[in-house]
């Protein structure tokens, strides 16, 4: 069966602080992506990464940044935490094909709940 | 801006009836569609991944087409059932090498 996970269903934080969010895939999928997912807006890219140590910004970048060293594993780091962060954050992986493709399905992970007061 | 539309945003429906719902998408250097479904405190997982025009797919009760020339896709639910219910996700990708784009998602309700 294969999975994607999230290190913490439910996040509580303070402002400044701090924040990793960690994503690990058993899949051996090259490309992995954090989205967040907010009320009336969808889903919305934050970063997305096709290769160990290579990332690409998303539609909203700001304030968050990532790290890829290890195939399976991409985390997501809020450098200091700010309210307006406050959100469900989805990861995904999905296998990049012989072309490098991101077309192919994307398999979710069960998202964080993160709330930072 | 690259956008992707969905419609209805919500809609209700009793057991048994069919329904449909509506992606749009820029019609210009299409490359694939995706769609996903989403059920409350569950991860979302894909439908179907479509690529040419004129794709048809079917899963179950559930079936898709894909017109890239007009830049549209319908999502057919036959007799809905309430385990159906769900925010079914539309999401675009227009070249290679490039993230989905999602839209904002039809959120359906059935009622036994």
């Known amino acids: 069966d294969v999975k994607v996970t999230q290190s913490s269903r439910y996040l509580v934080k303070r402002t400044g602080e701090k924040v990793f969010l960690e994503c690990v895939q058993d899949m051996d999928h090259e490309n992995m992506f954090w989205y967040r997912q907010d009320p009336g807006l969808g889903l919305r890219l934050i970063y997305f990464s096709y290769d160990v140590k290579m990332k690409e910004k998303g539609d909203i970048p700001e304030g968050y940044s990532v790290s890829r060293e290890k195939k399976e594993r991409f985390s997501l780091i809020l450098e200091s935490a700010s309210t307006n962060q406050t959100s469900m954050y989805l990861c995904a992986s999905s296998w990049a094909g012989t072309s490098g493709a991101t077309y192919n399905e994307q398999f979710f992970g069960p998202g964080t709940r993160l709330t930072v007061l | ?112």
């Open chain 2, 1 to 112: 801006i690259l956008n992707v539309e969905q419609s209805p945003q919500s809609l209700h429906v009793q057991e048994g009836d069919s329904t449909n719902f509506t992606c749009s998408f820029p019609s210009s250097n299409f490359y694939a569609l995706h769609w996903y479904r989403w059920e409350t405190a569950k991860s979302p997982e894909a439908l179907f991944v479509m690529t040419l025009n004129g794709d048809e797919k079917k899963k179950g009760r559930i079936s898709a087409t894909l017109n890239t020339k007009e830049g549209y896709s319908y999502l057919y639910i036959k007799g809905s059932q309430p385990e159906d219910s769900a925010t079914y996700l539309c999401a675009y990708n227009n070249q290679a090498g490039t993230a989905l784009i999602f839209g904002k998602g039809t959120t359906l309700s059935v009622s036994s």
